[in-house]
């Protein structure tokens, strides 16, 4: 793990948070096994491991009613689900994902589930979705998936919480791993999983296959030129193969390129095929050697048949590194207990004999590339294995001999490449943190085409191999050839998933003939998503005005270009969806469903935090009875003592075999807070037998009591001594300082332990008096577990009072500050106001003096401009050059005069 772990962070650069503390969980969603990885900026990269420490996870869970009234369930998660699904075969839902998207009639996926999982209940439901009968409730396929998710993120949460306690970081973003073979209602059902978690996470599904082969580029990074690389996944359900080109441009700074161009599978042939085999030759020979057993006898009973697919299981394991697996099975049926061996010949030629084409997917991913280059398998430089059937001997040999056994690599680790890929995905398409670039091109696998009012031939918008994420409008036609009303149907693969129902009602009216001369027109924009969601996003009635260009209609789904210039006007129509075969699940649903997973959350935590409490307990008191029964306490420990600790024990041991069936959490605590109590008296009173307790140590203790008094008095006395020190300043401001001090609110923190501070003191205070009576003669009299008594509880009530007179110097300190920080306040304050006031006199002073000076210069001012006027005009008619000059220095002169005023 640690070394996938080093590779994965080497790989990704500079991992920070944008802006918020959110973080990221890739999830490898498998159809046997789940793995986990979150990613915060306080946790790069961290796999999500089991309770039992392992690196993936069951992937279902079981539902077991409590039996009491009320209905109450637990759901049990992780390795306890191998015992779960021998003994409550129709309770243990595992492996639902086969199921996802699809209805009652897809009899083919419901069988082969039902093969592996006997004695399950599937129903329909309102959406027409499957649902599991467990008891009296049905649980949807959606439902059962997001619990499993969400037993997952709850763990990714707890990892964060030990990460920093403070619990800043929370997943909220969440990468699934999904089949590129997954249509538009397995997708859907997958999207409505992850909105279903409490936490409603936002979803992108990455392909599994470009997943592993992210993970493959960023280990390997040595990539010269282009490549081309097939990533074999073969896992519990199903087996894909996904054609990829890696190149790396010859500017090494430009990220490098992925790009999907193939693909093949087999939705049918995994790891449960192999498990079938080999349970049908344990079944076979079983029924060879019982007689009277018949396989419709077996059939009908499905812990008989849960018990020979599990061992079946284990057999096919073993397999793989073994000649033969030892079988061995308790009870199989009517008490028999059965034993049998199977050889790796047996295994391998039931697979030779049965239909499972292991090259097959390669083969169709080679013969039907999606790019415009097509490649033979001799281009291929790498077949990837990943998925954990890959490990299967027989698969190996088999794609080797396809494919050249040099090119079969077997470098990724088959349980955690797709889970890191996805996660490092995940991070990109969020944009939740940096991670070195790499230029990703998706491509679809299928067509998509729409059929308008049910007519003979489709339109297809985007063809088979189209890159993803992307959006084109296209006309679909003229008004006066469609009615009010049509339909739009949408098509995935040649298969009709909605339809979509438009109303063209109200256009007549603002789209007349006299304002749209040349007609109306309908243009309908459609999208794939990044999620590979195939959408009509909206549909616009467009007027045709004189002088507009026609729109021609597409043809074999590319759009022509239209130019309707400045005459264009349109309204968007309204648009209602239908689906073809499985019903959207409504908000309210989803919320309802939410809530459901939120309230079961919250009683499997506190029923968990309880049988937690319950084991403690149980571990306290078995372990005190250990402590009873040793040779110093049972010689020298006190009968009171002794004895009420083990009554404690025997009590609290029955109650727990017996009676704590309906018992709540806080019930335990009591009871474990009791037994804790008397042990750790007996354990006080046996360490103080060493001591005296005679008059003189209880003199020495009356002296610390006395010092302790004395120091609250002390306390209290400087506390009235800083405030009577700054009584002066605050009457200068007129302010009363103990007012000022009474107003300031101490913290939480500081405030709650003064709550009970008088009570403190005179609970203390009391305990003196019986001190002061164990220093006289009386102490002679009375027994050393009274004498115990006196000192425990002044060691109780000393450490009490010191605590206490912490806090108090504590929050006269925290007083004191705010009161020097009031007074800097009111004194900067009081500063501010007198040189104010001292520049506003000021400012009247200079006022003042500018009104004398203004009233003076005003008048010479007058007697200069006079003067100059005299010169400038005594002979108008005799002006020469000199004198004009003359007249413009005068006026000159005369300026500065008026500006300086």
Not at 604 to 632: G, I, M, P
Request: aromatic fraction near 8%.
């Amino acid at each position: 793990m640690k070394n996938s772990l080093v590779l994965i962070l080497l790989s990704v650069w500079s991992i920070w948070c944008h802006f918020t503390l959110a973080a990221v969980i890739g999830v490898d969603y498998g159809q046997q096994f789940i793995k986990a990885m979150v990613v915060s900026p306080r946790a790069p990269m961290e796999l999500i491991f089991t309770p039992e420490a392992k690196r993936k996870e069951i992937s279902g869970l079981a539902i077991k009613s409590l039996g009491d009234s009320k209905g109450e369930i637990e759901r049990i998660y992780g390795s306890a689900l191998g015992s779960m699904s021998t003994r409550f075969p129709k309770n243990t839902l595992l492996h639902v994902k086969p199921l996802l998207g699809k209805t009652i009639n897809d009899t083919e996926e419901i069988t082969a589930y039902l093969q592996e999982h006997p004695g399950i209940d599937i129903v329909p439901n309102r959406r027409n979705s499957l649902s599991f009968v467990v008891g009296d409730r049905q649980y949807p396929v959606e439902e059962l998936t997001a619990m499993t998710l969400q037993e997952i993120i709850n763990r990714a949460n707890l990892l964060l919480r030990e990460k920093d306690p403070s619990g800043g970081d929370l997943v909220d973003k969440l990468a699934l791993t999904v089949p590129e073979y997954f249509d538009q209602y397995q997708r859907r059902a997958l999207l409505d999983s992850g909105s279903l978690t409490t936490d409603a996470l936002d979803t992108y599904l990455v392909p599994d296959g470009l997943s592993v082969m992210i993970n493959f580029v960023l280990k390997k990074r040595d990539f010269q030129g282009k490549s081309y690389y097939v990533v074999y996944d073969m896992g519990g359900g199903s087996t894909k193969a996904s054609l990829f080109s890696i190149e790396q441009p010859d500017n090494e700074t430009e990220p490098l390129r992925i790009e999907f161009g193939g693909y093949g599978y087999d939705s049918q042939l995994g790891g449960s095929n192999f498990t079938l085999q080999v349970a049908n030759l344990i079944e076979n020979k079983f029924l060879s050697k019982h007689k009277d057993i018949t396989a419709e006898k077996l059939h009908r009973n499905p812990k008989a048949v849960a018990k020979v697919v599990q061992a079946a299981e284990k057999a096919k394991l073993v397999l793989s590194v073994n000649s033969e697996a030892s079988i061995t099975i308790e009870s199989i049926l009517e008490d028999i207990d059965y034993k049998t061996k199977i050889t790796k010949q047996e295994f391998e030629d039931s697979l030779n004999n049965g239909p499972f084409e292991i090259v097959e997917p390669i083969k169709a991913a080679l013969n039907g590339q999606l790019w415009d280059e097509k490649i033979g398998p001799k281009q291929v430089s790498g077949v990837i294995l990943t998925g954990g059937s890959s490990r299967v001997p027989i698969v190996q040999y088999k794609l080797a001999e396809y494919m050249d056994e040099n090119k079969i690599l077997k470098s990724v680790n088959a349980d955690e490449a797709s889970v890191d890929g996805a996660t490092i995905r995940g991070i990109k398409l969020f944009e939740a943190f940096r991670t070195k670039p790499l230029n990703v091109t998706e491509r679809s696998i299928f067509d998509y085409a729409i059929n308008l009012n049910q007519q003979n031939d489709d339109v297809v918008v985007f063809p088979k191999g189209t890159v993803f994420p992307t959006k084109k409008t296209l006309e679909i036609g003229d008004a006066k050839n469609l009615p009010h009303d049509f339909d739009i149907e949408l098509h995935e693969n040649g298969l009709p998933f909605q339809t979509v129902n438009t109303k063209t009602s109200g256009t007549d009216d603002i789209f007349s003939p006299e304002k749209c001369p040349n007609g109306v027109t309908y243009n309908a924009t459609f999208s794939i998503s990044q999620n590979r969601l195939f959408t009509l996003d909206k549909i616009e009635a467009i007027c045709l005005k004189v002088g507009s260009s026609s729109i021609e209609k597409p043809q074999n789904g590319t759009d022509k270009k239209t130019n309707l210039g400045s005459s264009k006007r349109s309204i968007r129509l309204t648009t209602s969806g239908k689906n073809s075969n499985i019903k959207t699940m409504s908000l309210d649903e989803q919320l309802k469903l939410r809530e459901h997973i939120r309230i079961l959350d919250q009683k499997d935590a506190a029923r968990f935090q309880l049988e937690e409490a319950k084991n403690l307990l149980e571990a306290l008191l078995y372990d005190a009875r250990s402590y009873l029964e040793l040779e110093e306490v049972m010689e020298k420990a006190p009968q009171t003592y002794f004895g009420k600790l083990s009554e404690a024990v025997s009590k609290h041991l029955s109650w727990l075999e017996d009676e704590a069936e309906k018992a709540t959490r806080w019930d335990v605590i009591q009871r474990s807070t009791e037994v804790q109590q008397l042990r750790d008296k007996l354990e006080a009173y046996l360490q103080s037998l060493s001591e005296p307790l005679d008059s003189k140590q209880f003199q020495g203790i009356l002296n610390n009591a006395n010092e302790l008094l004395a120091q609250i008095d002390l306390t209290e006395t400087n506390q009235q001594a800083q405030i009577d020190s700054l009584r002066d300043k605050f009457k200068e401001l007129g302010h009363n300082v103990e007012e000022q001090y009474a107003k300031i609110k101490l913290p939480h923190h500081i405030a709650t332990p003064l709550d009970n501070w008088n009570e403190s003191v005179s609970a203390f205070k009391e305990v003196v008096k019986l001190v002061e009576y164990a220093t006289g003669s009386a102490s002679k009299k009375m027994d050393r577990e009274k004498l115990f008594e006196i000192k425990s509880a002044f060691d109780i009530a000393s450490t009490e009072l010191e605590s206490i007179i912490d806090y108090f110097d504590k929050a006269r300190d925290y007083r004191l500050h705010e009161l020097y920080s009031l007074l800097q306040k009111a004194e900067k304050t009081k500063k501010r106001k007198e040189e104010r006031l001292k520049k506003k006199m000021e400012n009247k002073e200079k006022e003042s003096k500018s009104s004398s000076a203004i009233s003076s210069d005003s008048t010479v001012a007058e007697s200069e401009t006079s003067t100059a006027h005299t010169i400038t005009t005594t002979s108008p008619s005799a002006t020469t050059p000199s004198q004009s000059r003359q007249g413009m220095s005068s006026s000159t002169i005369t300026t500065p005069i008026h500006d300086e005023l």
